[in-house]
């Protein structure tokens, strides 16, 4: 019994760890003036079935969550466009997420943000469709523009 | 009977630490001294100020929650604990305003559990990032991915 008691505390304890708060931060150089970019920005996030709940366009800033949470865990996502020329734009997204994905699902998950925002600056509404295996299947990296989806 | 004594000391000493958790005070800043700690001038204008400040947020990982280009205004929140010991959620406050063609002001306000507290610390810092941010090309400052 006190056995069972200690590998639940410790289960538990060892748990809890996974679930810290977690920021991580990506950027990129992005060939589009930063209205192309912030729109793609945008529609980034709407692909990827979240929910706005920061707009401001002067700003370059845009970011937006999934409508619920799952289990307990919860995440954000920013992206901030800023113009470093007339048709260049310099592109930051940050994923504050609380919950188990490890570190690589994260990253990788940076990586498909911006690849979709690469996608959508180029493409813009020709993008392949999205579908949501598509982002946990792919492994590294960015999807091709116009591939399948 | 030496046992329950032993139980009546260290309730009493619980009760005691408790109290004076509870008596800590946060340091009362008259007006000036709050724009001293607070405010910064910048030798930049508002624009690029504000972009200096969302670069510095992020970099510092906090969550940016509202934005207002226009009035000046940013919120952003940060968050830190675990699930075992409690997430503990603090906000900054920061309010850019012009002050000329190429100067503007930048103040920060803090708060943590709720509360208005000011950490004379993390405005501090903030205040170095922003300045770091506003004087250094967005492409030459380092954006990776955190731990």
Redesign the interface.
């Known amino acids: 019994m006190r056995r069972a008691l200690g590998a639940i505390i410790v289960a538990t304890a060892l748990g809890s760890g996974c679930v810290a708060p977690r920021t991580l931060t990506r950027s990129a150089e992005i060939d589009a003036a930063s209205d192309v970019a912030f729109r793609a920005a945008a529609a980034t996030l709407l692909d990827d079935r979240q929910v706005f709940d920061l707009s401001d366009g002067d700003a370059g800033l845009v970011a937006g969550g999934p409508p619920s949470s799952v289990y307990g865990a919860s995440e954000r996502t920013t992206f901030w466009v800023t113009p470093i020329e007339t048709e260049r734009s310099f592109v930051i997204v940050q994923v504050h997420h609380v919950g188990y994905e490890s570190a690589e699902a994260l990253d990788r998950r940076l990586d498909w943000l911006l690849g979709r925002l690469r996608q959508r600056c180029i493409l813009g509404g020709d993008v392949a469709p999205f579908d949501q295996d598509d982002q946990d299947d792919d492994a590294g990296g960015a999807p091709e523009p116009g591939g399948p989806p | 009977m030496r046992t329950s004594r032993i139980w009546a000391q260290l309730t009493a000493v619980a009760v005691a630490a408790m109290l004076c958790v509870g008596c800590t005070t946060d340091t009362r800043y008259s007006q000036p001294q709050l724009d001293a700690l607070q405010t910064r001038e910048l030798d930049v204008p508002a624009d690029r100020a ?2 200096g400040v ?2 510095a947020l ?2 510092q ?1 906090y ?8 009035g000046g205004l940013l919120v952003a929140t940060s ?7 409690g ?1 503990y959620r603090s906000m900054v406050q920061i309010a850019v305003q012009s002050t000329g063609a190429s100067s503007s002001s930048v103040r920060i306000s803090t708060s943590w559990g709720g509360q208005t507290r000011v950490d004379k610390e993390k405005i501090a810092h903030l205040h170095e990032r922003i300045d770091v941010h506003v004087h250094t ?3 030459d400052l380092v ?5």
Do not use: F, K, N
């Not at chain 2, 954006?143 to 731990?147: C, L, Y």
């Open positions: 504000y972009a969302i670069g992020l970099e990982r969550q940016i929650a509202e934005s207002d280009m226009d968050t830190s604990g675990d699930a075992w010991a997430y090309p967005v492409t954006w990776e991915p955190g731990p």
